[in-house]
Nanobody
Framework: QVQLVESGGGLVQAGGSLRLSCIGS????????MAWFRQAPGKEREFVSG????????HYADSVTGRFTISRENGKNTVFLEMNRLDPEDTATYYC????????????????????WGQGTRVTVSS
């Protein structure tokens, strides 16, 4: 199973930008569709963005469309989330997740379908 480690979180003012990284070890990330989820205090974990194994197919939650960009570099076993025009509503712990590729699988929006998770990186957006 792959191990995932996120980095890049921090404190930023509203309107600012952050770039999150997720590095995999133990198994190649090209074997996984990848996604970012987030969880704010007192709220359920929610899908933010996902990318298929090749990077050709990307998905975004409505709340981040046009502001966030997901990408991956399989050669570096890394997935990124570029976050622009951040809003205090984006404050949460962000988790990187991997979903093992199966014959008919693709990016899904349910956290339950992902079988590898990082520990999370905290993002705080001040107003």
């Amino acid at each position: 199973q792959v191990q995932l480690v996120e980095s890049g979180g921090g404190l930023v003012q509203a309107g600012g930008s952050l770039r999150l990284s997720c590095i995999g070890s133990g198994r190649a990330l090209k074997n996984y569709h990848m996604a970012w989820f987030r969880q704010a205090p007192g709220k359920e974990r929610e899908f933010v963005s996902g990318i298929n194994w090749s990077g050709a197919d990307t998905h975004y939650a409505d709340s981040v469309t046009g502001r966030f960009t997901i990408s991956r570099e399989n050669g570096k076993n890394t997935v990124f989330l570029e976050m622009n025009r951040l809003d205090p509503e984006d404050t949460a712990t962000y988790y990187c997740a991997g979903k093992t590729i199966t014959l008919y699988s693709g990016v899904t929006y349910s956290a339950a379908s992902y079988d590898a998770w990082g520990q999370g990186t905290r993002v705080t957006v001040s107003s």
